[in-house]
Nanobody, 124 residues
Framework: QVQLVESGGGSVQPGGSLRLSCAAS????????VGWFRQAPGKGREAVAA????????YRAASLRGRFTISQDSAKNTVYLQMNSLKPEDTAMYYC?????????????????WGPGTQVTVSS
């Protein structure tokens, strides 16, 4: 069955960097879109970025461009989220998700499979 496992979260000071990983298994990695979402306490789920491994197309939330970058390693069936210049408002649980490459990339309802999440805390 499809399984997604996030890693790489932790605590970092403002201005720091983290790289999150999403290890995928149980399906052909090329043919599901993989997205990153985040959810802060008391807030809704926010789309961060997505990638379609088959052709490398990437998508990012406009507000995060220049700080967050999504990439993939097809040999490892892994998608990465590089986060730079982190701010306290980036504090959230970060989830990766996989789903068909159809429709809006930033609609969480487009994703059928979800990982358990990894916590990112940005604080001085």
């Amino acid at each position: 069955q499809v399984q997604l496992v996030e890693s790489g979260g932790g605590s970092v000071q403002p201005g720091g960097s983290l790289r999150l990983s999403c290890a995928a298994s149980g399906y052909d990695f090329r043919f599901l879109r993989v997205g990153w979402f985040r959810q802060a306490p008391g807030k809704g789920r926010e789309a961060v970025a997505a990638i379609y491994p088959s052709n490398g197309d990437t998508y990012r939330a406009a507000s995060l461009r220049g700080r967050f970058t999504i990439s993939q390693d097809s040999a490892k069936n892994t998608v990465y989220l590089q986060m730079n210049s982190l701010k306290p408002e980036d504090t959230a649980m970060y989830y990766c998700a996989a789903g068909p490459n159809v429709g809006n990339w930033d609609f969480y309802s487009r994703y059928d499979y979800w990982g358990p999440g990894t916590q990112v805390t940005v604080s001085s």
